[in-house]
Structure formats: structure tokens, C-alpha cells
């Protein structure tokens, strides 16, 4: 429905004029919006990228900088969140100390769990990876959207990860407006632009909702399997992997955690059909501590919803973690580019600043408030409204999502969904149960040698991407 919104904003207003609101994804677990309390740290000058650079960072944290006691971590669990290589490494150093007689040295106090916007990270590369394509221009892949839009800060091999967000979800919201397309054509209601509004014009709430229904029935997954057309396919796995995507920004948009759960699980199938195995155990582990009794409810509900920031206390402006910690990156950075110099090193600027980095920007905040200077740190977003409608009537008119029999294409898309469920059924499962499920397991050599390269070495989070919003509103 957001994608016809998009594209057609003026009829579907007036459809649901009468309506408070255009009919919202069913929510399953909200949790109510508040204000989260979160404090900074001072500096940790430790490397994470060994186990014992880790053991440092959680020594710095629970005993220098919280000052912990012995006590404290005889009965208490503490979750703590990172990416694959983080939680990977404490998870190796728990195994190695299981037999440690002290409370804190044993470290059965910490629970890792992959945070929320590394998932995210990880499931736009995979999105990339399965659909980017290249120089040949097929029509059902990125780099033909990339190129025929002009869009920025996007290569194959690096990217700006809201520039990529934004692309795939236009290219998203392009082929459902396509499909839309198609099925006003076979009804014989018109095929250019205006006929389509007019008959969204004339539509009721109820036949325009049973009208995006046949269009999602075009891309059930036996849609995909059962075509020869491999550009048709290519569009149908797009939608069908792009959704997931967007059902797990929805859920942590709104912190529904019964959605975030949901998606969870088609991560787990979809990441092992990708081939990328590590980040495919850290969704087997978190469905397991999430979706299973290896953790009781309460449990639970505290591993998802302390996964989960909400700074302005509204039902849609909660966001992972993690990212709350690139708003302190962000802000360090600015701090250092202004105060810098001969006189001041950046050892002296992290002693000093880091736990101060939040006031200084409230300060700087109220001090332009005083005097009436008025900054926006928010991108303003190009309407993506012309981008989808152009590309779904180019998708339409030229046959790209009509069903042509044997058609192929040099970057044909692969069912990762397919794939990974044939991978699950077969020594998946059992190997992961034998791992984190049985006692007295020590596999620590494999981990260590397996380790995958961060997300971050592909995408680029710096100063000019808009880490406070998702970029563009339309995108939801």
C-alpha cells in the first residue's frame, strides 16, 4: 500500500478520506513509547578485533568504569550487544573459561546478542549481493535502477548504506506499482498514468486492499520457482527478499518485538541460502535465546526490547542500539574537528570529551536556540514520487514483468530462500545444536579461524548520512 501511496498519492487520499488512517501493518508485541534513559562511557582504548583486546573492553567497562564488585556477577546476567565478530569472540572466551572458579573470571554473566543494526547491515549487503548485477543492464537488477536513476555513493563492492537503503527500497516500491500496472492493463481499465489514477479514484477502501492482495499473490514463492523467465524471477525473489527487510525496519521502528521475531526467523533461512554462513549462526543463536525455552519469556522480552533506544518518546521513533552508539561516533567526531589543534591531541580530546559529548550537544543545542540561529542536521530527501512512477511504467511497457517463456538474463537472481531451507534441513541444524546446545563443546580453533569481515568494511557511515532518521519518510 506504501508503494502505491507513492506513487499515486493524490488517489489513495482520497479513497481513504473517510478513513482516520490508511490500514497499517497488524501489530503483535508493541512495546510502549518512552524515553529511554542511556548514560555514555568514557574512553575504552582497546582493539575488539582479538579475544583478548574483548576481555579488556569488558574488564574497562564492568570494574574500572562501573566499578563492579565480585558480587555483582555471582547472580546478575548482563546483555551485552555488537556484531558477529564481537559477540562471536565472547562467546569463544566463555567456552575457554567455563571451568573458572570466579564468578567474574568464569564471564557466565554476559549474554552477547547480535544487535539490531548490524542485522539490518548484513541483510542490505545480502539484498546487494543476490541482486546488484552488472554492466549488462538487466532490467530486474540494482545497477540498472542505480544508473537509470543517476543515484550516488553506490558500487558493487562499497556503498553508503542509507544511499543503498534508499535504492532498493524505491526499487521496491517500483515493481509493486509495475505489477499494479499489469493488472489494471488485463482488466482492460487503461495503461497509461492517468487511467490508472482514475480507476484508484474510483475504487473503494475494501476493493483497492483485494487489488494489492493479487498483487502480492504475484510473488508467492512458488511464483518464482515455477517460471522460466528468468528476469520475471529475478523481479519476484526481489520483492519476496526486500520484504523481509522491510517487515524487520517496520518492527523496530514501532519496537514490535512478536515482528522483530518473525523476521528473525526468515533470517535465519535466508542468510544461510546467501552463503553467508557466520552472520547465518548469529540467527540461529538469537532465534534460539528468542524463540525458544533456552531463555524463559522474561528473558526474552529483555534481550529485544533493550535491544531497542527510543530518544523522543513517540510510538514510531525507536531504533537499534547499536546505532546510538554510531550518535556518540558522530558527535565525537564533530567535537574533535572543532577543537583539535597544536595544543590539544586526540588523546586529550577522548579523556576529556567523551563522557561529555552528549552535554556538549545539548548545550550547543540551547545556545542556538538562545540567540536564534536555526540549524537542521536532517538531510531534506528528493521525493521519490517521479523515480518509482517512471520506473514501474518503464518496468511495464517494456515487458521487463511480463511472463516471456526461457527468456534468460546474465545476472539471474538465486532463491537464498530455497536454498537456505534445503541447507537448514539438512546438517545445519544439528551441527548448531551440538555447538551451543550441548555442554563440554570446545570448538574455539574453527571460531577463530572462520571469523567473517565485518559489514563495515563495506558500507560507509560517515559525517553526511543522516544517522538520526531513515533519510527519506517515504521509505516506510
Not at 249 to 260: P, S
Not at 370 to 394: L, Q, V
Amino acid at each position: 500500500m506504501d508503494a502505491i501511496a507513492a506513487a499515486f498519492p493524490g488517489a489513495i487520499e482520497k479513497v481513504f478520506q473517510s478513513k482516520e488512517a490508511m490500514p497499517s501493518m497488524p501489530t503483535l508485541e508493541a512495546l510502549k513509547p518512552t524515553i529511554s534513559d542511556h548514560q555514555s562511557l568514557g574512553p575504552i582504548p582497546h582493539n575488539e578485533s582479538s579475544n583478548s583486546g574483548n576481555l579488556m573492553v569488558l574488564e574497562n567497562i564492568f570494574i574500572q568504569q562501573y566499578r563492579l564488585d565480585e558480587s555483582a556477577f555471582k547472580d546478575r546476567l548482563f546483555i551485552i550487544y555488537g556484531d558477529q565478530k564481537t559477540t562471536e569472540r565472547i562467546r569463544t572466551v566463555k567456552r575457554r573459561r567455563r571451568r573458572a572458579t570466579q564468578p567474574y573470571d568464569s564471564l557466565r554473566w554476559a549474554l552477547p546478542i547480535p544487535a539490531l543494526f548490524h542485522l539490518r547491515m548484513n541483510y542490505v549487503l545480502m539484498i546487494s549481493r543476490m541482486h546488484f548485477g552488472g554492466q549488462d543492464r538487466d532490467q530486474s537488477t540494482l545497477y540498472d535502477h542505480m544508473n537509470f536513476w543517476g543515484r550516488k555513493k553506490i558500487r558493487k563492492d562499497k556503498a553508503d548504506f542509507f544511499a543503498l537503503e534508499s535504492l532498493i527500497i524505491h526499487s521496491f516500491k517500483a515493481r509493486v506499482v509495475a505489477f499494479l500496472w499489469k493488472l489494471t492493463a488485463q482488466f482492460g481499465l487503461g495503461r497509461s498514468y492517468d487511467d490508472i489514477n482514475t480507476v484508484l479514484n474510483l475504487q473503494s477502501a475494501d476493493s483497492l486492499l483485494d487489488l494489492v492482495d493479487k498483487i502480492a499473490q504475484v510473488y508467492l514463492i512458488k511464483e518464482a520457482s515455477s517460471t522460466s523467465d528468468q528476469e520475471l524471477r529475478g523481479h519476484i525473489l526481489f520483492l519476496q527478499h526486500v520484504q523481509t527487510y522491510l517487515l524487520l525496519k517496520h518492527a523496530i521502528k514501532y519496537a514490535d518485538i512478536g515482528l522483530i521475531r518473525r523476521a528473525v526467523d526468515r533470517c535465519c533461512i535466508y542468510f544461510h541460502g546467501s552463503g553467508q554462513h557466520k552472520y547465518a549462526y548469529e540467527m540461529l543463536y538469537l532465534q534460539r535465546l528468542i524463540s525458544t525455552s533456552a531463555a524463559s519469556p522474561p528473558l526474552q522480552q529483555a534481550i529485544l526490547a533493550n535491544s531497542l533506544v527510543n530518544l523522543r518518546g513517540q510510538p514510531d521513533s525507536w531504533f537499534e542500539i547499536d546505532r546510538l552508539v554510531e550518535f556518540y561516533n558522530r558527535d565525537m567526531k564533530e567535537i574533535f574537528k572543532a577543537k583539535r589543534g597544536s595544543s590539544i591531541d586526540l588523546a586529550f580530546l577522548f579523556q576529556h570529551c567523551s563522557l561529555n559529548s552528549k552535554y556538549f550537544k545539548t548545550l550547543g543545542e540551547q545556545v542556538e536556540k538562545r540567540y536564534g540561529i536555526k540549524e537542521n542536521s536532517y538531510h531534506t530527501a528528493r521525493p521519490a514520487h517521479s523515480d518509482i512512477t517512471i520506473m514501474a511504467e518503464r518496468l511495464f511497457s517494456g515487458d521487463s514483468i511480463t511472463l516471456v517463456s526461457d527468456r534468460k538474463v546474465r545476472y539471474a537472481a538465486l532463491d537464498v530462500y530455497a536454498i537456505g531451507a534445503t541447507r537448514l534441513g539438512g546438517d545445519v541444524l544439528p551441527a548448531f545444536n551440538s555447538k551451543e546446545c550441548e555442554s563440554g563443546t570446545s570448538l574455539e580453533a574453527e571460531e577463530e579461524e572462520n571469523i567473517e569481515n565485518d559489514v563495515t568494511c563495506f558500507f560507509e557511515l560517515d559525517s553526511d548520512s543522516d544517522l538520526d532518521s531513515d533519510s527519506d519518510s517515504d521509505l516506510d
